[in-house]
């Protein structure tokens, strides 16, 4: 059973277009997280969700739209797509927000925009 | 803020080679430090930690001490396989409200050749 699953694993998609991308974790975590990776493979935090709470929101543009219907899924869902968005998006789970809590990623989903 | 600085890759080594890969931070207080590595195709898995000063963390056969003095945490292997070929991510937690924030560095790239 893999531990933190996120759909689609790729999106190729119009500028303009709006998407969505799912994520659950089989954990048991309360913690939830969005990352966006470059090409470059630098990994910025976009939000951490704790118990369906908003917790951290990385000043990412309002397109933007984490939606938590309960603790086991943090959905991503992005409006009117640039080209910038294009990117690996990754999900990822905690126990808490504790100083010590592990981070389980989930294998990524690569977004395409054209 | 707080941030971590890794050095650049790619690092190309042979089989059996000896493995540094330098991490330096900057924090205010004493964060506890990780090293993530991500294989290809797959999101970030944690590799090893540590949490106070002159905390050696161990797994796999790589190892990394946290220097207070130095403010680093290098990342050490005495072996390299071909296996251990993906990138490897040092981070730090960051105290932030409502709970600890993980800061990744941009990741160094490692290729092992046979």
């Known amino acids: 059973d893999t531990a933190v699953s996120q759909t689609p694993k790729y999106l190729v998609t119009q500028m303009g277009n709006d998407k969505s991308i799912k994520c659950e974790q089989n954990?048991?975590?309360?913690?939830m997280y969005w990352y966006k990776q470059d090409s470059k493979k630098f990994l910025k935090i976009m939000f951490s969700?704790?118990?369906?709470?908003?917790?951290i929101n990385e000043t990412v543009p309002n397109r933007f739209s984490p939606k938590s219907p309960d603790k086991a899924h943090l959905n991503l869902h992005i409006n009117s797509l640039e080209l910038g968005d294009s990117a690996v998006y990754f999900c990822?789970?905690?126990?808490?927000?504790?100083?010590?809590?592990?981070?389980?990623f989930g294998a990524g989903t690569r977004l395409s925009v054209l | 803020g707080n941030s971590v600085t890794q050095m650049e890759g790619p690092v190309t080594l042979s089989e059996e080679a000896f493995l540094t890969i330098n991490c330096t931070y900057t924090a205010t207080g004493y964060p506890s430090l990780f090293w993530y590595v991500q294989y290809p195709g797959e999101g970030l898995q944690l590799l090893l930690k540590?949490?106070?000063?002159?905390d050696k963390g161990s797994n796999k056969g790589f190892e990394a001490t946290y220097r207070k003095e130095t403010t680093s945490f290098h990342l050490e292997k005495g072996s390299v396989q071909v296996s251990d070929s993906a990138v490897y991510f040092c981070a730090l937690s960051e105290l932030r409200t409502g709970g600890f924030k993980t800061i990744f560095g941009a990741g160094t790239r490692l290729f092992v050749k046979a």
């Open positions: 990822a789970s905690s126990q808490g927000l504790g100083e010590w809590d592990i981070q389980y």
């Open positions: 969700y704790n118990n369906k709470e908003l917790i």
């Open positions: 954990l048991g975590h309360d913690t």
């Open positions: 540590a949490t106070k000063a002159d």
